[in-house]
């Protein structure tokens, strides 16, 4: 069970969020919000009752949760990124995580970043040889595109692979 925040005359200025609220605003839904409480990323506020408040902190604070889920960042990355700190014994203990954490996190986002640039690329060479086909009547086979100028070229691209008639018996 979450640990629960003092309500402070300070927290209570601020504006809160009761679970289904907070999950609208983040386009996801409570259960979401719980996992990500069970999985230790989120301590929101508890009253008395038990009913979760989220403050515009604790709803900033899913959002990164979120960008770093979309990015398909491990979320063993991101539950180390939230609990580094208060788990750590020191502030030198502390950026020592944080930075080693961080320069993974770096270095796997730019490994992504590659893979969709080369992906952008892929696509684009794609569009530019499908367009050619614009007007095309015949069939869409390889027996009717054997002597097609885009046929020649389907090597260019990758995604041909998968939008290419796959290797069957002809007509």
Same mark, same amino acid.
């Given at each position: 069970m979450a640990k629960q925040r003092n309500n402070t005359p300070a927290d209570q *200025?601020?504006?809160?969020?009761? #679970?289904?609220e907070a999950a609208e605003?983040?386009?996801?839904?409570?259960?979401?919000l719980?996992?990500?409480? +069970?999985?230790?990323? !989120?301590n929101p506020f508890r009253t008395a009752?038990?009913?979760?408040?989220?403050s515009e902190d604790d709803i900033a604070r899913l959002r990164v949760i979120q960008h770093l889920v979309r990015l398909d960042v491990p979320l063993r990355t991101v539950h180390e990124l939230a609990v580094a700190r208060p788990e750590s014994r020191s502030?030198?203990? *502390? &950026?020592?995580? @944080?930075f080693s954490l961080l320069?993974? !996190?770096?270095?796997?986002?730019?490994?992504?970043?590659? +893979?969709? +640039?080369?992906?952008l690329h892929q696509i684009s060479?794609? !569009? #530019? !040889?499908? +367009?050619?086909?614009f007007g095309c009547r015949k069939?869409?086979?390889?027996? &009717?595109?054997?002597?097609?100028? @885009?046929?020649?070229?389907?090597?260019? &691209?990758?995604?041909?692979?998968? #939008?290419?008639?796959?290797?069957?018996a002809t007509e």
């Open positions: *200025a601020r504006p809160v969020y009761k #679970i289904g605003r983040l386009g996801t839904t409570p259960r979401t719980r996992f990500y409480e +069970e999985q230790g990323m !989120l009752r038990g009913t979760r408040l989220y502030g030198n203990e *502390a &950026s020592h995580k @944080v320069k993974e !996190l770096r270095e796997d986002v730019e490994r992504k970043k590659q +893979e969709c +640039e080369d992906a060479t794609a !569009l #530019i !040889l499908v +367009e050619q086909c069939k869409p086979t390889l027996q &009717s595109c054997k002597r097609c100028p @885009v046929e020649k070229q389907t090597n260019r &691209s990758r995604l041909f692979h998968l #939008i290419w008639d796959q290797n069957q």
